[in-house]
């Protein structure tokens, strides 16, 4: 017998769209919700509906208010949460080169000295991890990942910088990410990548989608040069793995 699910909260954002919200806390089983329907609002085709944004804990959906309303498409909406979460399809593997600490990761030895240990042993804890692609925002590729180890959590940082490097993997609360444009972050930096996970004249535009898996591979800073002049050309340097 399935389990019930709990019913989501459907709140109207603006005169255009309505947030799907299945959780106030950072949550896989919810986010894994968030996903599934997703793909049903895809699968339905909703007259009106004309984009959704899945986050970690709720889908936006943006709809044209003169094809349908806010009431009927709440219906549709919460009919289509309350579906069981289906078994999940096959899940993209990809394996990301980082390399670690020293200019590219400059928190990585304050990150250490905090948690009572060395920088290798965090670069062992990281890359031991398999994570999960929760949602991409922020900036385009910012990729949100879920599975940190508790063992690596810890509070972001209490000064923000204004700017860090392009293709930086941090960490933050529960959190890991890769984040693919140069940008602000208030986020702990231990390394980077040579990936694009967004670059716009390359297909795919957007490398990693929500539900994909991924881990990460160390490399030292020639290799990393190397790959970030191959990423530069438009070359996919992560590995996709078999699923």
């Known amino acids: 017998m399935a389990a019930i699910l709990s019913p989501p909260r459907l709140l ?3 005169d255009s769209a309505i947030t799907v919200e299945f959780s106030r806390h950072i949550d896989d089983a919810e986010n ?5 329907l997703d793909r049903a609002v895809a699968t339905e085709a909703i007259a009106g509906v004309t984009e959704t944004v899945p986050t970690y804990r709720s889908l936006l959906v943006h709809y044209d208010p003169l094809q349908i309303g806010f009431d009927a498409l709440s219906e549709k909406l919460g009919a289509l949460a309350q579906l069981p979460v289906p078994p999940a399809a ?7 080169p980082v390399v670690y600490g020293g200019e590219h990761g400059i928190d990585l030895e304050d990150v250490a000295k905090t948690l009572n240990t ?4 965090i670069v062992a804890r990281h890359i031991a991890a398999d994570y999960r692609v929760a949602m991409i925002g922020f900036t385009p590729g910012w990729s949100y990942l879920s599975g940190l180890p508790a063992s690596l959590q810890m509070p972001r940082r209490q000064n923000p910088r204004l700017l860090t490097p392009a293709g930086t993997v941090s960490i933050g609360g529960v959190q890991t990410g890769v984040q693919c444009l140069a940008g602000p972050s208030g986020w702990h930096l231990l390394g ?3 990936v694009r996970t967004y670059q716009l004249h390359r ?5 990693l989608e929500p539900g994909d898996r991924v881990t990460f591979d160390p490399v030292d ?5 190397e790959q970030d002049r191959a990423a530069e050309a438009g070359e996919i340097v992560a590995e996709l793995m078999a699923t």
């Open 203 to 207: 297909d795919p535009i957007f490398l």
């Open 118 to 121: 060395t920088p290798d042993d």
């Open 12 to 14: 109207p954002s603006g």
């Open 90 to 96: 096959k899940t993209r593997r990809w394996r990301i």
């Open 32 to 36: 894994q919700r968030v996903l599934a």
């Open 221 to 225: 800073a020639k290799t990393f040069a």
């Open 192 to 194: 980077r990548t040579a």
